[in-house]
């Protein structure tokens, strides 16, 4: 079986990024991925991707991404559910991501930081 996921897109809003009870960071981002083709109106339409990072991964993409930034992200379709508090069940299906490669270059804060 295969199960691998290579996106390129924008971040949506600047990473949410949490810890676990034991410790463990985790970020959350949302993907805008453009459509590789025009719809019937002739307008290209826009796909928005839930993604999951964890540990260090997690750390470096809040640390140097915000909301506009263009990242890829490599990693595996992961579905699960849980109940919500009103007692009905939540699907959710995400990309886990392996990896996070930044391609908007760096920040404009830190380069004035570091001049």
């Known amino acids: 079986m295969i199960n691998h996921v290579t996106l ?3 971040l949506t809003k600047d990473p949410d ?3 676990t009870k034991e410790g463990a960071p985790v970020a959350h ?3 805008a991925v453009s459509r590789n083709f025009k719809n019937h109106a002739g307008e290209i339409e826009t796909d928005f991707v839930n993604c999951t990072l964890w540990r260090r991964t997690a750390e470096n993409t809040a640390n140097y991404c915000q909301k506009g930034s263009i990242v890829g992200v490599t990693g595996r379709i992961q579905s699960r ?3 919500n508090a009103e007692r009905k069940m939540v699907y959710v299906t995400e990309v886990v ?3 996070v490669r930044f ?3 760096r920040p404009r804060e830190l380069a004035e930081q570091e001049t």
């Open 103 to 105: 391609m908007s270059g």
């Open 17 to 19: 990024i949490r810890y």
């Open 97 to 99: 991501a392996d990896s």
């Open 29 to 31: 981002i949302t993907l």
């Open 81 to 83: 559910k849980y109940e």
């Open 8 to 10: 390129v897109g924008r």
